[in-house]
């Protein structure tokens, strides 16, 4: 059954507080962020917010004239997303703020960049969830333009979030370069030293879980829309490949393996497990038939985080989703993972169609 057009306020308002909590934190890390790449990034796509917030205010204000706050039982239901809202929000202004400013008012340094942009990937994270949300929404309603709005918005942070990745994957290395200085001046030898490593993995865990778990609160505001929302981007992963152990490697005895062994095994992996292993190869035996196999497996998947969900994630996902992605579901599991019952319902999906 269509949802009724008077839920598109409240999922408007959902994405708008949602992006105004990314501009604030935008706004604040960049006080504190020094001149450069990631500075620039903030500023820019602070503007660029700036902007989707005005075009959501905009389109309240159209739907506003058609009484779709009129009546006591939406009135219920905005309270109830104000309530997913507040569960929602990664942070309020006053916090932001707080955290920006740093003990002597200098810039921050490495391990507060790479701890503010943690924080920047989820409030992100979480406002493409609520815009997706919202897309699914005003999609039930037959609500084109909000529908259209809320994709674009969508769109935009997806961009933001491969951004982000980069951006997180760089202040992870000067953390890890920091670290490994000082273990070097202790006599620890060269290389990337476990602390680093740890740091390492400890930030893309920390990055993705907080991402998940707003991505889910986010989810359950939309449980009348009856489509569960793919996690957004998963982190990027080369540099945890450069420091994993061998025992850590998603393809076990990895150097004991030929590299026809190693070849035939790759086609069974994720995009994220490919990256992994290619950040290996590249810092330990760096062998090209290896790379070039890696290099030609490597293909964009059927949506943005796809490869961090589990097979029932993805079943769930399959139910409603359009034809065409359902059968770029079907041949990237063909060509990779090979989980036939993920396959079995991408074909389901296509032949209901």
């Not at 501009?23 to 917010?49: K, Y």
């Not at 309603?141 to 961009?159: H, K, W």
């Not at 680093?196 to 359950?220: E, P």
């Not at 994993?244 to 790759?266: H, M, N, V, Y």
Request: hydrophobic share 40%; glycine share 6%.
């Amino acid at each position: 059954m269509a949802v009724m057009t008077e839920e598109l306020v409240p999922v408007l308002e959902d994405a708008r507080h949602a992006h105004a909590a990314v501009l604030d934190r935008f706004r604040a890390d960049a006080t504190v962020t020094p001149p450069g790449a990631h500075r620039q990034l903030l500023e820019r796509r602070a503007e660029e917010i700036q902007s989707s917030v005005q075009r959501i205010k905009r389109q309240e204000r159209a739907l506003h004239p058609r009484g779709v706050m009129d009546t006591a039982a939406s009135v219920t239901r905005s309270v109830s997303w104000g309530v997913a809202r507040t569960a929602m929000l990664p942070l309020t202004f006053a916090s932001v703020i707080g955290r920006a400013i740093l003990p002597g008012g200098g810039p921050a340094g490495p391990r507060q960049l790479l701890r503010n942009t943690e924080d920047e990937y989820a409030a992100a994270a979480r406002a493409l969830a609520a815009c997706r949300a919202g897309e699914v929404v005003a999609e039930q309603a037959d609500d084109q333009l909000t529908a259209d709005l809320l994709g674009s918005l969508r769109r935009q942070d997806e961009e933001l979030l491969q951004e982000l990745e980069n951006s997180l994957t760089e202040h992870a290395r000067a953390v890890a370069t920091a670290t490994n200085g000082s273990a070097s001046r202790e006599g620890q030898g060269g290389g990337l030293s476990d602390a680093a490593a740890q740091t390492i993995q400890a930030t893309f865990d920390r990055a993705r879980d907080v991402a998940r778990h707003g991505v889910q609160r986010t989810l359950s505001a939309a449980e009348e829309a009856r489509r569960k929302t793919p996690v957004p981007g998963a982190v990027a992963e080369e540099v945890l490949g450069a420091v994993r152990r061998e025992e850590d490697l998603p393809i076990p005895g990895f150097s004991q393996l030929s590299t026809e062994q190693i070849t035939r095994r790759l086609r069974t992996l994720s995009q994220l497990d490919l990256t992994v292993i290619q950040g290996y190869e590249r810092t330990h035996a760096n062998r090209k038939r290896v790379l070039k196999a890696i290099e030609e497996l490597h293909e964009a998947t059927p949506w943005t985080g796809y490869d961090a969900l589990d097979a029932d994630d993805i079943i769930v996902s399959l139910r409603d989703a359009p034809t065409g992605v359902a059968r770029q579901v079907r041949e990237y599991e063909r060509r990779h993972l090979q989980r036939q019952e993920v396959v079995s319902a991408a074909e389901t999906r296509v032949s209901s169609a």
